[in-house]
T-cell receptor, first 113, second 115 residues
Framework: DGGITQSPKYLFRKEGQNVTLSCEQN?????MYWYRQDPGQGLRLIYY???????QKGDIAEGYSVSREKKESFPLTVTSAQKNPTAFYLC????????????FGPGTRLTVT | GNSVTQMEGPVTLSEEAFLTINCTYT??????LFWYVQYPGEGLQLLLK?????DKGSNKGFEATYRKETTSFHLEKGSVQVSDSAVYFC??????????????FGKGTHLIIQP
């Protein structure tokens, strides 16, 4: 079955540590996205990539970094510079055409203490 | 810029009641409109979409009509079930000329259906 996988589902880290969240898709989509979800805030765009080896900052990119070395993979690193990293992180992909509907992974809940 | 406003929740209804969740938007350009649903602890699933004015998206008994004159995309269902309890997000994308720079989401409406 085609889809998006994120791992792990739950992640715990100590303050001051960098952590990388995995996102893989086998939908052959060109575009991939990372969103952050906080209670009552909806989803906010962190980074997106429309093609391999290229990515752009979203609305809240500070304290995060990404890479896009392969079409299937778009890992997100939450750095120690991110002031409030505890959140639910969602990865999505799109074929980058038409209505640009996006397909989402199951999410990773990151807790930093 | 682009923005989506949807009614605050939680919305609590009895089973078999009629559902309306309001959504209005502002957009630079001609948007496509979406409703996504999120069950507890999960990612978002596309529920329905509409890409031009007067289009009606429908799925699983839910419907929404793209109203350009009122910049609205209200979600409706004639008879809700307990299994419809979830958070519903209205969203839009505006990417004229190609390219996909992300969706703009509303804050979500938590729907609770009581038996």
């Amino acid at each position: 079955d085609g889809g998006i996988t994120q791992s792990p589902k739950y992640l715990f880290r100590k303050e001051g540590q960098n952590v990388t969240l995995s996102c893989e898709q086998n939908l052959n989509h060109d575009a991939m996205y990372w969103y952050r979800q906080d209670p009552g805030q909806g989803l906010r765009l962190i980074y997106y990539s429309q093609i391999v080896n290229d990515f752009q900052k979203g609305d809240i990119a500070e304290g995060y970094s990404v890479s896009r070395e392969k079409k299937e993979s778009f890992p997100l690193t939450v750095t120690s510079a991110q002031k409030n990293p505890t959140a639910f992180y969602l990865c999505a992909s799109s074929n980058g055409q038409g209505s640009y509907e996006q397909y989402f992974g199951p999410g990773t809940r990151l807790t930093v203490t | 810029g682009n923005s989506v406003t949807q009614m605050e929740g939680p919305v609590t209804l009895s089973e078999e009641a009629f559902l309306t969740i309001n959504c209005t938007y502002t957009a630079t350009g001609y948007p496509s409109l979406f409703w996504y649903v999120q069950y507890p602890g999960e990612g978002l699933q596309l529920l329905l979409k509409a890409t031009k004015a007067d289009d009606k998206g429908s799925n699983k008994g839910f419907e929404a009509t793209y109203r350009k004159e009122t910049t609205s995309f209200h979600l409706e269902k004639g008879s809700v079930q307990v299994s419809d309890s979830a958070v519903y997000f209205c969203a839009l994308s505006v990417s004229p000329g190609g390219g996909a720079d992300g969706l703009t989401f509303g804050k979500g409406t938590h729907l609770i259906i009581q038996p």
